[in-house]
């Protein structure tokens, strides 16, 4: 551990959750997870902003609307189709389908709903449309080298 806080130039340790406005954990990770603070990284900006100038045990809270985490649900990503049409391996809440448009972009979608026999898949990130609080702690903080400052951390974190 180190007496530094967070700042630009830092590779920061955290471990989070991420809260519903229904006060529902929808996701959360007590192992720590590393990224480039002020650097490349996946971090949502209001979060990093809220973790500068922190300490190792320091807790933040952030609440996040959709547009500033993941957006709106757009209904537009949402199709039904008969469950006929759908191959066997793809008829369960979860499952991933990849789909391509007529330009060659790809998105995944995922199996939301099953009824009858009518089975929905959505392109929208499930936690579209959802008002989120990331509770943040910082675990530990370390002087970053220029590559990870550019590249990043190999550690996913909170996307």
Do not use: C, W
């Not at 551990?1 to 996701?27: C, F, N, P, R």
């Not at 949402?78 to 469950?83: E, K, S």
Request: glycine share 8%; no cysteine; aromatic share 6%.
């Amino acid at each position: 551990m180190t007496d530094d806080v967070v700042s630009k130039g830092k590779v920061v340790a955290i471990t989070y959750s991420i809260i519903a406005d229904t006060g529902e954990i929808l996701e959360q990770s007590d192992i720590p997870l590393y990224y480039a603070h002020g650097g490349a990284n996946q971090m949502f900006p209001d979060v990093e902003a809220a973790l500068e100038g922190r300490a190792v045990g320091d807790t933040v809270e952030v609440v996040l609307p959709p547009e500033k985490a993941f957006g709106e649900h757009d209904p537009n990503l949402t199709f039904v189709d008969d469950i006929e049409n759908v191959p066997p391996e793809f008829r369960r809440i979860g499952a991933e389908v990849e789909m391509q448009n007529d330009r060659g972009e790809r998105r995944s979608f995922f199996v939301s709903k099953i009824e009858g026999n009518k089975l929905t898949v959505d392109g929208n990130h499930p936690f579209a449309g959802k008002t989120l609080t990331y509770s943040v702690t910082v675990t530990d903080i370390r002087d970053a080298s220029d590559e990870e400052m550019k590249k990043g951390v190999s550690s996913p974190i909170l996307h």
